[in-house]
């Protein structure tokens, strides 16, 4: 089984420039008991993690040329926030930044409808935290995600790397590269694949 990790994000803050400065995103913040509307089946890509793990700030540096330090005073997100990116006929789909909090036992909470129209799941680890909970966290959420929908293209970021010296990137990269992969095993999910 080939298994890559995205590249630590602190490098995607440099993505921004790549990006036109007038794109014209539609915004919307959605209740999580909202049901999708028409315009939600483009194709979508979930960003989830832990609270504070850095999801909106990928989402406002990556696309909408906030600058990194600006970051610091995002609020925290408490409701899905879906970003529609349309510059082009080719480029257009949908985010969804997820709060950090998501309750799969919250009844208003449709996970299954969410899943079964999406195209990928971006799960964001904080490298600087003690990262045990986020592996929890995001063992949980591939495989419910994967049960409703096979389909998913799933990767898993490991953020805000900035901190770290090359040796603790390296070591952190494979450590939760083996421990996610170990819970997948034992959950004999061994099909499903984290990039
Ligand atoms: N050191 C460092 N800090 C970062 C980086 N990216 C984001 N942060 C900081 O992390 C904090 C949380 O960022 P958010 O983007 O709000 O995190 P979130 O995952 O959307 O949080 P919730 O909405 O609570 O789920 C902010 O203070 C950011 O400035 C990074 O690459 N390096």
Redesign the pocket.
């Known amino acids: 089984m080939s298994i890559q990790y995205g590249e ?3 490098d995607s ?1 440099g993505v921004a420039d790549s990006f036109p400065k007038d794109f014209g995103y539609g915004e919307e913040e959605t209740d999580m008991e909202d049901s999708p509307a028409p315009s939600d089946s483009k194709p979508r890509i979930l ?1 989830m ?13 990556v696309f909408h040329k906030m600058s ?11 409701k899905i926030y879906k970003d529609d990116i349309s510059s082009s006929s080719f480029v257009n789909f949908q985010i969804w ?5 998501v309750d799969f036992f919250d009844p208003t909470f449709d996970y299954e409808m969410i899943f079964r129209g999406t195209g990928a799941l971006i799960f ?1 680890i ?1 490298a ?1 935290d003690d990262y045990v909970e986020a592996l929890g966290r995001l063992h949980l959420t591939v495989s419910r995600a994967y049960r409703v929908n096979p389909e998913i293209n799933f990767e898993v970021f490991i ?5 770290l010296s090359d040796d603790h990137k390296i070591e952190t990269q494979r450590d939760i590269h083996q421990r996610a992969n170990d819970d997948l095993a034992d959950a004999s999910l061994e099909k499903l694949h984290l990039r």
Do not use: C, M, W
């Open positions: 630590a994000l602190a803050y960003l993690g832990l609270r504070r793990s850095g999801k909106s700030s990928i989402q406002k540096v990194p330090n600006e970051t610091l005073f995002l609020e925290s997100t408490n930044d997820f709060p950090g909090q964001v904080d600087q953020h805000k790397v900035d901190g």
